[in-house]
């Protein structure tokens, strides 16, 4: 077997278990990787400098093909409600086949972190088939220093072989595309998919179930400082602003996607960036569009070009999910060493279809709880035939499939800690006012900034608020620079009845949602769900 580049010469593959490999290419940097990705023809170069590979069939995550390995250690630690079951019976087949389908292979192997803070810190070592997977990798994960992998020791060990198709019966698994997550081995499989994405969100799940015994909560949010300390956490779904509204040129990124919060403060688990470039222009999103036209940076089934070879990022004919995944150093303001002190604010973001929530609401500890494990956003199903209604959905934690454990487990840890450090917490609307989808229009983006910078900086404390009549929670009456009705959403519909009708039926799938939780979590969190209160405002 032929070996190059640097590693731990005392632990090898064969800590892995692969054997008789073609090769394996250690720790490869960007330039090389970018090179063998060239050369194997895994994709191709864009004008830019990025390179741009296609998924195949798969173009984002497959939730229902996730396995966790249910065992002695794992059964009364993993929320089964939420977790597809793999008998380690089954794993066992499933790993020593792909050990199998990889001889003979040439695979790329990153040493990589996972987490900022050492004290909470996962070594993982990828395996890769594809070179620009490996080069995906080493741009979300953090890098170590080049003494630290001539001593680096794997907790978590992941085997990404998209060439490898599982099969159901053998392997217990659903489909021939299958992600097995074994906690008590700490081993990952991933087969019978090209989405990238997979292996970051593995490493995500694996710091989700080993943090909170530790007291740190995991988050799926973005982070932000300001210049005097001030840290803020973003917490969203897909397409509520997450990315966009974390990275102010203003204000220091800590990180894009994923942290963890404890009495150490606030850390990065990443050290890279995965945004959506879907319409991603200049103007609106000048750090993002920057960071994502320089070299090394992979851009994910983003159509370009055939001649010129530049990138479109309005062409959604692959996907909607067209993405870009560069280290955050390309990020001019990023705080480099992904650490930050406790948080001033909590942002909840929301893209409410309906219409019907208002664009900032200010929440109690046990509001944020009960949205938090809510985790509520609102999605328009324009590409299903014949569907024109908002479709609700609710994602607990915001981070439903990268949870091992019950929700109320992350909740209660991120309640203990809003009311240990008095952090404020938020419920943003990024989607829509004057009417729901196809009626109203898009929250503007200018409103949303000015009230959150209004947020972040303490200037809402000094204005006043009223009850919301369908939700019960504060919401500002007059902020500056903001137009008066748009802080009432009933106020920009033109149809009252609608409105009243549209948000008691928003508020039913609340609570009707919550109904999982609800022996779970303390009665003042129970008592935080929305409830249409009879009396006027």
């Known amino acids: 077997m032929r070996e190059s580049g640097t590693r731990n010469a005392a632990c090898g593959v064969e800590a892995s278990g692969l054997k008789d490999l073609a090769a394996i290419n250690w720790n490869f940097g960007d330039a090389r990787l970018f090179e063998e990705a060239v050369l194997r023809k895994e994709g191709i170069v864009a004008s830019t400098g990025a390179f741009t590979a296609e998924t195949g069939i798969h173009t984002g995550r497959s939730p229902r093909d996730k396995h966790t390995v249910k065992d002695e250690h794992t059964a009364d630690q993993v929320w089964w409600g939420n977790n597809n079951a793999m008998s380690p019976e089954h794993f066992d087949v499933l790993y020593n086949d792909m050990i199998e389908h990889a001889k003979g292979r040439e695979l790329f192997a990153q040493d990589l972190y996972g987490s900022a803070d050492p004290t909470y810190r996962v070594s993982a070592r990828i395996f890769t088939e594809f070179a620009w997977h490996s080069l995906f990798i080493r741009n979300l994960l953090i890098r170590p220093t080049v003494d630290q992998l001539a001593s680096f020791v794997p907790d978590l060990t992941i085997i990404d072989l998209p060439s490898f198709n599982g099969d159901p019966k053998r392997h217990g698994c659903r489909t021939e595309t299958v992600i097995a997550v074994n906690f008590t081995k700490r081993i990952i499989l991933i087969g019978g998919t090209s989405y990238a994405g997979e292996m970051k969100k593995s490493v995500f799940t694996y710091l989700n179930y080993i943090l909170p015994p530790q007291g740190v909560v995991a988050m799926h949010c973005s982070a932000n400082v300001g210049k005097a300390g001030d840290t803020a956490l973003f917490f969203g779904l897909s397409g509520t602003g997450k990315t966009t509204l974390s990275t102010d040129p203003d204000r220091e990124l800590i990180g894009d996607d994923e942290h963890g919060w404890g009495d150490t403060g606030v850390f990065n688990f990443e050290g890279g960036c995965y945004a959506k470039t879907i319409n991603l222009s200049k103007e609106a999103e000048p750090e993002i569009y920057a960071a994502t036209e320089r070299f090394g940076t992979v851009l994910e089934n983003v159509p370009v070009d055939p001649d010129t070879r530049v990138p479109d990022y309005t062409d959604e004919t692959k996907t909607e999910n067209t993405r870009s995944a560069y280290p955050i150093h390309f990020i001019a303001n990023a705080k480099l060493d992904g650490r930050a002190g406790q948080p001033k604010n909590l942002i909840l973001l929301t893209a409410d279809a309906f219409g019907v929530l208002p664009p900032i609401a200010k929440l109690t500890p046990a509001q944020a709880m009960y949205h938090f494990i809510s985790g509520y956003t609102a999605k328009v199903a324009g590409t299903e035939k014949g569907v024109t209604e908002p479709e609700a959905t609710f994602s607990t934690c915001f981070a439903s499939p990268f949870l091992p454990r019950h929700p109320s487990e992350y909740g209660n840890l991120l309640r203990d800690l809003i009311a240990r450090y008095d952090v404020d917490c938020w419920l ?52 500056p620079g903001v137009e008066p009705h748009i802080l009432y959403p009933i106020k920009t519909w033109k149809d009252k009845s609608e409105f009243d009708a549209t948000a008691r039926h928003l508020i039913a799938m609340f609570q009707k949602n919550f109904e999982q939780f609800a022996t779970h979590v303390d009665p003042d969190v129970n008592d935080a769900a929305p409830v249409v209160r009879e009396a006027a405002e």
Do not use: Q
């Open 428 to 479: 943003i609307n990024t989607g829509w006012t004057g009417g729901k989808f196809g009626v109203g229009r898009r929250m503007p983006i200018k409103v949303t900034r000015t009230l959150l910078a209004a947020a972040l900086d303490g200037s809402l404390k000094d204005v006043g608020y009223r009850t919301d009549r369908y939700f019960g929670f504060e919401v500002p009456t007059a902020v």
